[in-house]
């Protein structure tokens, strides 16, 4: 896909209609989704333009994007409250990133 992908104050709780999915040429944009656990159905991305995971109070785990290997832009994880930050530094640790972190 080209564009973005934001998913903003949604009541989405799963991506499994997003499976085919391998590059987003933009944004993939995670804010105040509020039923979000997983990011379970993103398996098979393999690159992002920019990635934001902002504020999602049920995420527990990252391992959705286990097929990740690159983002070219910016990466923001941050307000997550139950999400370990071992899983940040798992993700961190084998993605390359082309520009600027922002964790907490």
């Known amino acids: 896909m080209t564009g973005d992908l934001h998913f903003f104050e949604d009541n989405v709780s ?18 105040h989704v ?17 990635l934001e995971i902002s504020y999602n109070p ?23 409250d139950l999400l370990p930050a071992a899983e940040v530094d798992a993700l961190l640790a084998r993605v390359e990133v082309g520009g600027t972190v922002d964790r907490d």
């Open 34 to 50: 509020l039923d979000l656990e997983s990011l379970q159905g993103l398996e098979n991305v393999r690159s992002l333009a920019r």
């Open 58 to 80: 049920k995420l527990r785990t990252l391992s959705g994007l286990a097929g990740l290997v690159g983002v070219t832009g910016d990466v923001e994880i941050k307000g997550n």
């Open 14 to 31: 799963s991506f499994a209609g997003l499976t085919k999915l391998h590059t987003v040429g933009g944004w993939l944009r995670l804010n």
